[in-house]
């Protein structure tokens, strides 16, 4: 049965539930049926050499990650990197285990392919998720730990939960993305200033010298975001995240101004915000591309103006478990037509 098919049965249930689900059948699958893992990985994981690079020290077969919020939990880890993923980012995680806001916090928006979610960082906490990356780490491909603030930190403490995570995940995990532009939890965006990123990016490279990445929101003025970026490269920060969820309530036909928005909707946004950023910042930090990328000619576009990887999660609901697979064959073509050996040769061609 084709996810064309599933699709409808799975919309008709509560979009928390559906995830649920679908988190419920891969741990199975990992759980009982391990071997249906490597049948998954045979149908999907592309192997081509024009993919691979490496970056931040590490090798990525391919450009195409998993952005935060899919695995919160990191209990999906196997059969997602079986899907085809060239990285993959566990969390937005807190240092204690939360419930996050209140339901309903996740809309689908099926016209428009996108998703509206005020989940708030609902998580299980770093214990427990610190015990399930003990048991597979180091990982087959790049794990991310993306981090975050608990709700009840108020922000003049909000420093010492990031750096708690980062002690505590040093050795479990590849690199670090610091989430401070989720629209979920109150206040969190105020975080996005110079005095803070400052702060963080100095006071971390005390406790680790892995990579550590900021997450941007989209929704800054491309002046101030610039700014920001600035600070954090001045401060040893190892890449850029452009960008998180939009709180652009302009591009919704409904009533709710409250969560952020993912999918089509932020296409033409991101990529814009996107291609402003790296006309300044390209060359001198990695940049991973994130926001409303569902196709091979999306994904090579940010490539092109700057993005040495780019990241899904709301296509993943729509398009279904081959979407890595054609992004990825995608690729491979475009490149061919371009006259392009190996993706290196694409990234940034159109801001060199």
Same mark, same amino acid.
Request: aromatic letters at 8%; one cysteine or more.
């Given at each position: 049965?084709?996810?064309?098919?599933?699709?409808?049965?799975?919309?008709?249930?509560?979009?928390?539930?559906?995830?649920?689900?679908?988190?419920?059948?891969?741990?199975?699958?990992?759980?009982?049926?391990?071997?249906?893992?490597?049948?998954?990985?045979?149908?999907?994981?592309?192997?081509?050499?024009?993919?691979?690079?490496?970056?931040?020290?590490?090798?990525?077969?391919?450009?195409?990650?998993?952005?935060?919020?899919?695995?919160?939990?990191?209990?999906?880890?196997?059969?997602?990197?079986?899907?085809?993923?060239?990285?993959?980012?566990?969390?937005?995680?807190?240092? *204690? %285990?939360? &419930?996050?806001?209140? /339901? $309903?916090? #996740?809309?689908?928006?099926?016209?428009?392919? !996108?998703?509206?979610? +005020?989940?708030?960082?609902?998580?299980?906490?770093?214990?427990?998720?610190?015990?399930?990356?003990?048991?597979?780490?180091?990982?087959?491909?790049?794990?991310?730990?993306?981090?975050?603030?608990?709700?009840?930190?108020?922000?003049?403490?909000?420093?010492?939960?990031?750096?708690?995570?980062?002690?505590?995940?040093?050795?479990?995990?590849?690199?670090?993305?610091?989430?401070?532009?989720?629209?979920?939890?109150?206040?969190?965006?105020?975080?996005?200033?110079?005095?803070?990123?400052?702060?963080?990016?100095? *006071? %971390?490279? &005390?406790?680790?010298? /892995? $990579?550590? #990445?900021?997450?941007?929101?989209?929704?800054? !003025?491309?002046?101030? +975001?610039?700014?920001?970026?600035?600070?954090?490269?001045?401060?040893?920060?190892?890449?850029?995240?452009?960008?998180?969820?939009?709180?652009?309530?302009?591009?919704?036909?409904?009533?709710?101004?409250?969560?952020?928005?993912?999918?089509?909707?932020?296409?033409?946004?991101?990529?814009?915000?996107?291609?402003?950023?790296?006309?300044?910042?390209?060359?001198?930090?990695?940049?991973?591309?994130?926001?409303?990328?569902?196709?091979?000619?999306?994904?090579?576009?940010?490539?092109?103006?700057?993005?040495?990887?780019?990241?899904?999660?709301?296509?993943?609901?729509?398009?279904?478990?081959?979407?890595?697979?054609?992004?990825?064959?995608?690729?491979?073509?475009?490149?061919?037509?371009?006259?392009?050996?190996?993706?290196?040769?694409?990234?940034?061609?159109?801001?060199?």
């Amino acid at each position: 049965m084709s996810y064309e098919q599933i699709k409808p049965l799975l919309f008709k249930l509560d979009p928390e539930n559906a995830h649920w689900l679908a988190e419920h059948s891969l741990r199975t699958l990992n759980a009982v049926f391990p071997g249906a893992l490597s049948f998954l990985a045979h149908q999907y994981i592309v192997n081509d050499e024009s993919l691979k690079q490496n970056l931040l020290g590490l090798d990525f077969h391919n450009p195409v990650g998993l952005a935060g919020g899919f695995d919160k939990n990191a209990t999906m880890i196997r059969p997602l990197a079986a899907l085809g993923f060239g990285f993959l980012e566990f969390g937005t995680f807190t240092p *204690k %285990a939360q &419930e996050g806001n209140e /339901k $309903p916090r #996740l809309f689908r928006l099926i016209k428009q392919e !996108s998703i509206q979610n +005020a989940m708030g960082f609902n998580n299980e906490g770093a214990q427990k998720i610190a015990s399930r990356l003990t048991q597979i780490y180091p990982f087959a491909v790049p794990l991310a730990a993306n981090i975050g603030k608990n709700k009840i930190t108020p922000n003049e403490q909000a420093l010492e939960d990031y750096l708690i995570l980062l002690k505590e995940f040093e050795n479990l995990c590849d690199y670090f993305v610091v989430n401070i532009s989720s629209p979920n939890t109150k206040n969190l965006r105020a975080l996005q200033s110079e005095d803070f990123i400052k702060e963080l990016f100095n *006071k %971390a490279r &005390e406790i680790t010298q /892995k $990579p550590i #990445l900021l997450k941007i929101a989209p929704d800054m !003025s491309v002046d101030a +975001a610039l700014s920001l970026c600035e600070v954090a490269i001045n401060s040893s920060a190892n890449g850029l995240i452009i960008a998180n969820t939009s709180v652009d309530y302009s591009l919704l036909d409904n009533n709710r101004t409250f969560g952020g928005i993912s999918g089509r909707l932020i296409t033409e946004k991101s990529g814009i915000f996107f291609k402003e950023l790296a006309k300044v910042l390209f060359g001198r930090t990695l940049l991973i591309a994130s926001g409303g990328i569902d196709s091979a000619e999306l994904a090579y576009d940010r490539i092109k103006n700057g993005a040495n990887l780019i990241q899904v999660y709301t296509a993943l609901i729509f398009k279904g478990p081959s979407l890595v697979k054609n992004i990825n064959e995608g690729l491979i073509e475009l490149l061919k037509q371009d006259g392009f050996l190996h993706i290196s040769q694409a990234v940034g061609v159109n801001v060199k």
